[in-house]
């Protein structure tokens, strides 16, 4: 497969070298390559590049083997697509296996450095919200790569005469530094692996950007004495990767995880079925420290940056807010050696410097924003406004941090001088629509739903949750066109169940076209037959086609898994008392009502009543 994709990274590499100033002296100097603005979404390290002139925005991902686009991204942008150049062409990741394409990007721009015929695989889920594709190891192992997320950046840089030098430049002598073995990275396993160990059980782990949070691998957190059952442990979310399956976890307390020369104490971490992954160390991690991967030497050098390690959500309860902020759940690791640092070429921010900047601020505040640090990140997001007052971005980025705040109306301002500066500006767009949901604006909602869907692409990810919105705001027949357009360039996304599901709903909830929600509820079950969302869904076609029995028997199914849904208790009663079953139907009824008073009048207005 390989040998058959275009290598962009020799010619980029050349490219990149002739950019450096200056002659290298006998001993250890770094020239820096390039340095790439990374803006933190959420915990998603972002950065825009071109796609034969367009803007694209990509997510910096250390654990992809190659660079992929997205299907709607690739569709977004007009790219053609080979599934001929390698014949069964499939990629493995989180989630499982994935069919997929090569498509060839004519000039790819990225570093400012325009790059000709430059290969993507195509395959798979979206990667996030607005975000078109990852930039993976084809291209960043290079040469030496620095993750510097908490200042908003990453760097390449080329090393000579290094080969037992303490390659984190930035550390000042005293400083506490760590440094780890990695893999020599191949064409076939190009990934920054090294070994580390999780309450003394020895695992591989994977340094991956792309990974929101980390995650142990179930087999590896067995052999460290933690299971599913054991006590303790607590569900945690559903996970995905590029796979079309969603991976469960559960979140557990490991006493010592030592990656390198550093050790976390007391860490909650998630676990779950990884397939051959040990452990993915993602961008939580990435966020707490500054990382120089020595592609020159094959070892990594990091230093801990300060804030927790892991738990970067708001605690589930408590006990783990215990965990939040405390010393054992950050490293403190002890200086391994007195050698001297590399020097580079290259303007080092340090960690309590200030840039001068309103972009550098800004990614600043967007990585505080991504560690919950919301009042630092909202002071220094002001500092940006202050400084480019025209620049629309800083404002959306300031509203983001204010709805965490629970600052609503000075989010909506923020909005509004966002679109007033930029009136297509699509995700300013959309937030201002969910506030106007929030604050129960239906006017306003539609609005911008509607401008929304005028400025998006046909292909565009963005559509699922326009469909979403668009059925918040009591209009399925315009969230079914959204979905219409979503689905079929979405075949192998982890989110099409559930998009089946909302399609099957909305149809079910105008009463109409009941054949073809009914086809919808059964593919989106084939892909996930214990969903009692889809069984409620079907529960209501069955409901309103007359099929009473099926509907009671989708009822019981979906509420023996969740037994607090609403419209399923709503719906067996209507069924129940059709059937002549009133005490069970009333009792049914009377639960709905309990979960949500509204339900009722709505069904009404709908037609769904005894």
């Known amino acids: 497969m390989f040998h058959r994709l275009r290598r962009p990274s020799r010619v980029l590499l050349v490219l990149l070298v002739h950019l450096v100033p200056g002659v290298y002296a006998s001993e250890c100097k770094l020239g820096r390559l390039a340095e790439l603005p990374v803006t933190m979404d959420g915990l998603r390290p972002t950065f825009t590049a071109q796609i034969n002139g367009a803007d694209a ?182 996970m995905s990767g590029f796979g079309r399956s969603a991976i469960r976890t559960w979140i557990a307390t490991f006493p010592v995880l030592k990656i390198g020369d550093e050790e976390v104490h007391n860490a909650r971490l998630h676990f779950g079925d990884l397939g051959t992954f040990d452990m993915l160390l993602g961008s939580d991690f990435f966020l707490s420290h500054r990382i120089y991967v020595a592609n020159s030497q094959n070892r990594l050098y990091f230093t801990y940056q300060g804030g927790p390690v892991f738990n970067l959500n708001p605690p589930h309860n408590a006990q783990t807010a215990a965990n939040s902020t405390t010393s054992d759940d950050g490293a403190t690791p002890e200086p391994l050696s007195s050698a001297p640092a590399a020097s580079a070429d290259t303007k080092e921010p340090g960690n309590n410097s200030t840039p001068e900047d309103a972009g550098a601020i800004a990614r600043q505040a967007a990585a505080l924003a991504a560690r919950r640090d919301f009042e630092e990140a909202l002071r220094e997001f002001n500092r940006a406004c202050e400084l480019a007052p025209a620049e629309p971005t800083y404002y959306f980025q300031r509203a983001r941090v204010r709805l965490n705040m629970r600052q609503p109306d000075q989010a909506a301002s923020d909005l509004d001088q966002a679109l007033k500066l930029k009136p297509d500006y699509l995700d300013a767009v959309v937030t201002r629509a969910e506030l106007n949901l929030f604050k129960k604006d239906r006017a306003a909602a539609l609005t911008d739903i509607e401008a929304a869907d005028r400025l998006a692409a046909k292909e565009s990810d963005i559509r699922l949750t326009l469909a979403r919105l668009y059925e918040r705001a009591d209009s399925p027949e315009q969230a079914l066109t959204q979905l219409d357009l979503w689905i079929p360039v979405h075949s192998q996304d982890v989110r099409l169940p559930a998009a089946f599901n909302q399609r099957c709903w909305n149809r079910a909830l105008l009463g109409r076209q009941l054949d073809l929600a009914l086809e919808d509820c059964n593919a989106g079950l084939r892909l996930n037959s214990k969903s009692p969302q889809l069984l409620d869904s079907r529960g209501l076609v069955y409901l309103r086609s007359g099929k009473l029995d099926k509907a009671i028997a989708d009822y019981n199914a979906a509420l023996k898994i969740n037994p607090k849904i609403a419209w399923s208790l709503y719906g067996r009663g209507v069924a129940e008392m059709r059937k002549g079953m009133t005490t069970q139907g009333e009792a049914d009824m009377a639960a709905a009502a309990a979960l949500a008073p509204q339900l009722g009048e709505t069904a009404k207005r709908l037609g769904v009543v005894p």
Request: net charge neutral; aromatic share 10%.
């Open 57 to 238: 925005v990509f997510t910096l991902d250390s654990g992809a083997f190659w660079s992929v686009l997205s299907p709607g991204g690739a569709a977004q942008y007009k790219l053609h697509l080979d599934h001929n150049r390698v014949p069964g062409l499939y990629f493995r990741g989180v989630g499982g296996n994935v069919d997929a394409a090569i498509t060839t990007v004519k000039i790819f721009t990225i570093f400012n450095v325009p790059l000709h015929n430059v290969d993507f695989i195509v395959g798979g889920s979206e990667v996030g919200p607005n975000t078109v594709g990852v930039l993976g190891q084809n291209l960043l192992r290079i040469a030496d790569v620095e993750y510097d997320f908490g200042h908003g950046v990453m760097r390449l840089f080329r090393a000579t005469s290094c080969k037992k030098t303490n390659m984190a430049y930035w550390a000042k002598p005293g400083d506490r530094y760590s440094e780890m073995e990695i893999d020599q990275p191949t064409p076939s396993e190009p990934h920054t692996v090294g070994v580390g160990y999780l309450n003394g059980a020895k695992l591989r782990i994977t340094f991956d950007s792309g990974a929101q949070v980390s995650v142990v691998g179930l087999r590896a957190a067995a052999s460290a004495g933690v299971k599913p059952d054991s006590p303790g442990v607590q569900p945690g979310r559903a």
